[in-house]
Every structure is written in C-alpha cells, then in structure tokens.
C-alpha cells in the first residue's frame, strides 16, 4: 500500500466550478499536511498546509483534514485555467521528512 | 523570501561520467534534500540531511552520495552516471522551527547518453 494516494487524474472542470482533489495516507502518526501545485516543467510550490481537523481557507484555496479517516483533500473555487497543474499531497512522517503522493493533474477547460 | 538555488537547469553528460549536482540555500534552514521525479513515479527521495556533514540514506540512495559540508550548500553526486538516472532532480529546504514544509530550486534536468 503507498504511504501517500492520490488519483492521478485527469480530473476536467470548467471554469468557475470548484475543483475537490483528494489525498489518502496510511501512516496515523502523521501530523502536518501539505498540499504544492506544480505547472509543467516546474518545481512544486507551496500552496497550503493544515495540521488541525477541519477546514482551512486561503482565498480561493480550502484544505480539509480529517484524522479519523486519514483523508486530506484540497478545494478551489472559481477555478481558473490559470490553476491547471499537477497538485501534489504530502504529508509529515518522522523528523520533518515529507512523503509525497504522486499527484493529480487537474484541467480547468474554458 | 526563501531562495533555493540549484547550480544548473539543464545538464548533459556521458555514461560513466561522475556528476555533481549543486544546490544552496539562503535561508539558514537545517534540513536539505534530494529528490528525483520520473513520470508516474512521483517524488522519490535520494538522500537527505538534517546538519552539516550529516547524511541520511532515502529511498533510492543507490548509485548516488552527497556531500553537506556548510550548512547552506548540499550536493548531490552520481559517482558513475548511467542512463537510468536521466530524471528531474530536486533540491529542497526547510526549518525544524517552523513546519512549513519544504521549498524547492527550480529543478535540475539531468540527461544522461
């Protein structure tokens, strides 16, 4: 079983529509969560972290916790082909090392 | 603003070459690592550091070592390159004070023919 599962997608979503992408993890000890957006030939980026159960907003950004369930997911509303790229989950394990999922590719079509 | 640097963008070299892969950091951050990133196999990590001159072993650490002699400059090494480590290598950095998880250099390119 991978540590870190994500849907690799594509997922297609209009413009204007809120895009869910979500993140599963098996280790139960993990406390910080991490969600980075990466554009074509890129490096990823930092878009949000959550450590707590429940939502955390950052405008147009929601991260969803839920410990119990070992699920994480990522909302972005009025989603803009701008958004269009790979969003990687990841996840805290020992001593500040991330373990990463392999991402979900998400297409905002016009 | 945190700054990640990574020595090159692109590289090209040859079987059996040894290859250094440089990346520094501005940010006094205590955690360094490697990654490479292959299609359909995400993020794997290589090898990485918590201080000066300590290493530890990620999840592929074979054919490759690396070098933390100052605590702002990691370096990656492929002792004899070989074509199965054509990949997008990643530097990354980060603070065991804040848990704002890692920022990444911009990604070396390395082919190797």
């Known amino acids: 079983q991978k540590e870190v599962e994500q849907n690799s997608g594509p997922l297609s979503v209009p413009e204007g529509a809120i895009a869910s992408l979500n993140c599963t993890y098996s280790?139960?000890?993990?406390?910080?969560f991490f969600w980075y957006r990466q554009y074509s030939g890129k490096s990823p980026e930092l878009i949000m972290f959550?450590?707590?159960?429940g939502d955390k907003e950052d405008g147009r950004f929601t991260a969803q916790l839920n410990k119990a369930s070992q699920y994480v997911s990522l909302l972005i509303r009025d989603s803009q082909p701008s958004d269009s790229a790979t969003y990687l989950c990841?996840?805290?394990?020992?001593?500040?090392?991330?373990?990463f999922g392999t991402g979900t590719r998400l297409q905002v079509t016009l | 603003d945190v700054k990640v640097t990574q020595s090159s963008r692109y590289l090209v070299k040859r079987t059996g070459e040894k290859v250094f892969l440089e990346c520094v950091q501005d940010?006094?951050?205590?955690?360094m690592f490697w990654y490479r990133q292959d299609p359909g196999l995400g993020l794997r990590l290589i090898y990485f550091?918590?201080?000066?001159?300590?290493?530890e072993k990620g999840d592929i650490p074979e054919g490759y070592s690396v070098s933390r002699e100052k605590k702002e400059r990691f370096s990656l090494i492929l002792e004899s390159a070989s074509t199965n480590q054509t990949s997008m290598y990643l530097c990354?950095?980060?603070?065991?004070?804040?848990?704002?998880?890692?920022?990444f250099g911009s990604g070396t390119r390395l082919t190797v023919v």
């Open positions: 990354a950095s980060s603070t065991i004070y804040k848990d704002y998880g890692y920022t």
């Open positions: 959550i450590y707590s159960n």
């Open positions: 280790d139960r000890g993990s406390q910080s």
């Open positions: 940010m006094d951050h205590e955690n």
């Open positions: 990841a996840v805290t394990g020992t001593a500040s090392k991330l373990t």
């Open positions: 550091s918590y201080d000066v001159k300590m290493k």
